[in-house]
């Protein structure tokens, strides 16, 4: 049986994802990562930036029916707030080193593999996002996690060897000021393609209705 790898998200406006690929181009010129894109370094193209709420995995059409009919119950309980978006920083801090490299065990700091845009952190969309973790676990179709939720926008990903020549050229965070209206929450559909991951929204859900 053909199961659909799922997440919930939250997407940017257009605007906003004009900004933060325009930041991808700055940090690719400024840390010369050009020589590496496509090979050792993976950026996020512009349509698919946004806020993973919760990944969830693989699930069956069934599973996916009962999903989006959750998400739709814990919906109704959340009115629309906003989102900053403050800061663009190497991510994740706490990246442990594949075995045999160099890393935390070595007195050294782990070598980070994501630029990401870190977002401030709000009750309204803790709350939202808490809410979400236990009703899907509840229904056994999401086991919840134990790393604290924290949310921000991955720009990239890329191996050990280009968060090196990052650190090489000291990686200063870069401060940015973009608020993010949260009317909706997406259910969503990653698939690989030949160019990379595709997404695809199976449901839309208002938030307060």
Same mark, same amino acid.
Not at 50 to 64: C, S
Not at 67 to 72: D, G, Q, S
Not at 102 to 130: C, D, H, Y
């Given at each position: 049986?053909?199961?659909?790898?799922?997440?919930? #998200?939250?997407?940017?406006?257009?605007?906003?994802?004009?900004?933060?690929?325009?930041?991808?181009?700055?940090?690719?010129?400024?840390?010369?990562?050009g020589e590496?894109?496509?090979?050792? +370094?993976?950026?996020?193209?512009?349509?698919?930036?946004?806020?993973?709420? +919760?990944?969830?995995?693989?699930?069956?059409?069934?599973?996916?029916?009962? +999903? #989006?009919?959750?998400?739709?119950?814990?919906?109704?309980?959340?009115?629309?707030?906003?989102?900053?978006?403050?800061? +663009?920083?190497?991510?994740? #801090?706490?990246?442990?080193?594949?075995?045999?490299? #160099?890393?935390?065990?070595?007195?050294?700091?782990?070598?980070a593999r994501?630029?990401?845009?870190?977002?401030?952190?709000?009750?309204?969309?803790?709350?939202?996002?808490?809410?979400?973790?236990?009703?899907?676990?509840?229904?056994?179709?999401?086991?919840?996690?134990?790393?604290?939720?924290?949310?921000?926008?991955?720009?990239?990903?890329?191996?050990?060897?280009?968060?090196?020549?990052?650190?090489?050229?000291?990686?200063?965070?870069?401060?940015?000021?973009?608020?993010?209206?949260?009317?909706?929450?997406?259910?969503?559909?990653?698939?690989?393609?030949?160019?990379?991951?595709?997404?695809?929204?199976?449901?839309?859900?208002?938030?307060?209705?």
């Amino acid at each position: 049986m053909d199961k659909k790898r799922l997440f919930i #998200a939250i997407n940017l406006p257009e605007t906003v994802k004009n900004k933060l690929f325009d930041w991808e181009l700055k940090l690719e010129k400024e840390y010369g990562l050009g020589e590496f894109r496509g090979k050792n +370094i993976n950026w996020v193209i512009k349509k698919n930036l946004h806020i993973t709420l +919760i990944f969830i995995g693989y699930a069956t059409d069934d599973e996916t029916y009962e +999903i #989006a009919r959750t998400i739709k119950t814990v919906a109704k309980n959340h009115q629309q707030f906003f989102i900053n978006l403050e800061k +663009i920083i190497l991510g994740p #801090a706490s990246a442990n080193p594949p075995a045999g490299e #160099a890393g935390a065990t070595a007195g050294k700091p782990p070598i980070a593999r994501m630029f990401w845009v870190q977002g401030e952190k709000s009750q309204e969309l803790a709350n939202l996002q808490f809410d979400l973790e236990d009703a899907l676990s509840m229904g056994n179709n999401y086991q919840k996690e134990v790393r604290a939720f924290s949310p921000h926008v991955t720009l990239a990903r890329f191996e050990s060897g280009v968060g090196k020549t990052i650190a090489e050229k000291g990686m200063v965070e870069k401060k940015i000021n973009y608020q993010i209206p949260v009317e909706s929450i997406e259910l969503m559909q990653s698939t690989l393609g030949r160019s990379g991951p595709e997404y695809i929204t199976l449901e839309l859900v208002e938030l307060g209705k």
